[in-house]
Each structure stands twice: as C-alpha cells, then as structure tokens.
C-alpha cells in the first residue's frame, strides 16, 4: 500500500543550521497494517511523516501510495488520498465554522465533484450517526462552532474527519500528547475502533512506549533520521517496555529517566 524508497532530507543545506532530518528511510506497509513509531526528540518522527503528505519535498527517494508515485504530487492532492491528525487541537479543523460544516468539508474532500454547496438533511443524519460513534455528545451539538469544543473534543472530531472518507492511508503525530490522560485514552481508543473497522493504513507517532506496543501490529523506533528498530510478529509481542527503553538508550547514548518517551 505504501511504499518508501530511501528518501533523504535536510533542511536550510549548506547553511549553519543544516540538519539532516531523514536520512535514506525506506519502509514498507501492507494495506490494513498499523505501524506506530517512537523516538527521542528530533529524531525525524514528524518530518517523515510531513514528507509522506506533502508538507516537504523530499531531496532523494520515492514515496509510491496504493501504487502511484506521489514523490512529486503536491499536498493538497495527496491530502484527498491521506487523513491527518496533529498534537495541536488547533490544527485539522476550522474553528469558526460548525461542526456540521467541518463534517461537510471531510465528507467531500475526495468526491469527484468537491464541495458541495449545502449541507442536506441526509448529510446531517449521517453525521449525527457518526458523531454518536464518539461517545461525546457531539452530535447534540452539531450546529455549534468548533472554538466551543475542549480539546479532547475537537481532537475526536479531527479523528472522526480525517478518517470519514477512508483515506488510502491515516497518519497521525502525536495526537493525543497535548490531551488530558482520561480523553486521551478515549481518543487512543477511538483510533484503533476507525481503525480496525475500516481497516485503514496508519501510522501513528506516539511518545509513550506502552502505546507503541499496545496499538497496531508493528513499532518502529526512529534515531538520528534513521529507522533503528522495525518490530512485529512474535518479537514485538515478546518485547516489554523496558527491553525497549534499554534498546534505545544502548542505541542512541541517551538516558531516558524523566524523558517524554517514558511518560504515559
Ligand atoms: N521545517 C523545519 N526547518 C528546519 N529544521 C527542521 C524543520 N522541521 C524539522 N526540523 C529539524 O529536523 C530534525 C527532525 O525533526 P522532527 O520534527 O522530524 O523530529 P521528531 O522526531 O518529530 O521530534 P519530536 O519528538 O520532538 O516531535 C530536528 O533536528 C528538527 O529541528
Ligand atoms: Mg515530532
């Protein structure tokens, strides 16, 4: 379903700054695999995944989607293809619009014929019965803007958004690092239910080991722009967190006591 062929980047080359973000990355995923991904700060986690949607154009490699080349296609094409949910509940949603218009916006992005001018009333029973899925009460809500919602709930939302028009594939960055642990669990939930349901590609950074090994049927473990472990089958199902932490500690030279990677 996708896959990378050793792509490259390094941002502001030949300047004082220059960072080498990724470095020769190939991975590749079945269709219906859900990968997550660990790693320390800057390890290239974020950037790989906005070279995969367009945000960066990659300097070497290929990124081939459900058989299409889509190195050079730019990212509002690929966002018809790829949902996306970001750490920030700012991002992924229109906050001055209703949730019924943000719905809108989701269920025509990838219809042939894009945006439609209304939203009709079998739409709004459609979102009502998708809405319902979350488990929030959101769907008593419908006619209420966004910038109402707490975060947990918009994060929920932009889930259910990114995942309502089954994307070719589903990435998602941290989403649920900035949320309260109660409502992150429940959107951590929500996201193997969509998952699962409809069998969607997905990879997931995550910064909380125990998720990594919980979530999906594969983790990798990104260092220095480099995918440094690649688990699954009965390794993974073996592995604990604290083989893992000791992994990556013995791989990168980093002590990971009091370190975001350990915190769940
Ligand atoms: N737009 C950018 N311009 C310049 N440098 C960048 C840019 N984005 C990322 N980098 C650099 O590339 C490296 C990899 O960053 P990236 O955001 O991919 O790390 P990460 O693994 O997602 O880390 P974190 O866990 O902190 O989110 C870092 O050194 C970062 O400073
Ligand atoms: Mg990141």
């Avoid at 945006?115 to 899925?133: C, N, V, W, Y």
């Avoid at 488990?135 to 994060?155: A, F, H, W």
């Avoid at 472990?229 to 390794?235: F, Q």
């Avoid at 932490?245 to 915190?263: A, I, M, P, T």
Wanted: charged residues 25%; neutral net charge.
């Amino acid at each position: 379903m996708l896959k990378i062929n050793m792509i490259s980047k390094t941002f502001d080359r030949g300047s004082v700054n220059e960072k080498k973000a990724l470095h020769q990355v190939s991975l590749s995923l079945d269709e219906g695999e859900f990968v997550t991904v660990i790693g320390g700060n800057g390890a290239g986690k974020s950037t790989l995944l906005n070279c995969i949607s367009g945000v960066h154009p990659v300097d070497e490699g290929s990124i081939i989607l459900d058989g299409t080349d889509i190195t050079f296609s730019p990212e509002y094409k690929r966002s018809r293809l790829i949902g996306r949910v970001f750490q920030n509940p700012l991002l992924g949603t229109a906050f001055d619009m209703t949730i019924a218009e943000n719905l809108a916006i989701a269920w025509a992005r990838g219809k042939p014929h894009g945006l439609s001018p209304g939203i009709t009333r079998p739409d709004k029973a459609l979102f009502r019965e998708q809405l319902a899925l979350l488990g929030l009460d959101l769907e008593e809500r419908i006619n209420q803007k966004v910038k109402l919602l707490s975060g947990g709930q918009r994060q929920a939302l932009t889930l259910l958004m990114a995942t309502m028009g089954r994307p070719k594939l589903l990435l998602l960055d941290e989403h649920t690092a900035s949320l309260d642990p109660a409502i992150a669990k429940k959107v951590l939930h929500l996201t193997r239910k969509f998952v699962s349901e409809e069998k969607l590609t997905t990879i997931m950074i995550t910064h909380n080991m125990k998720a990594a090994l919980e979530y999906g049927s594969r983790t990798i473990m990104m260092h220095e722009g480099q995918i440094i472990l690649d688990l699954s089958g009965e390794e993974r199902a073996e592995m604990t967190v604290e083989r893992l932490v000791k992994y990556f500690e013995s791989r990168s030279g980093v002590q990971l006591e009091n370190d975001r990677l350990l915190l769940s």
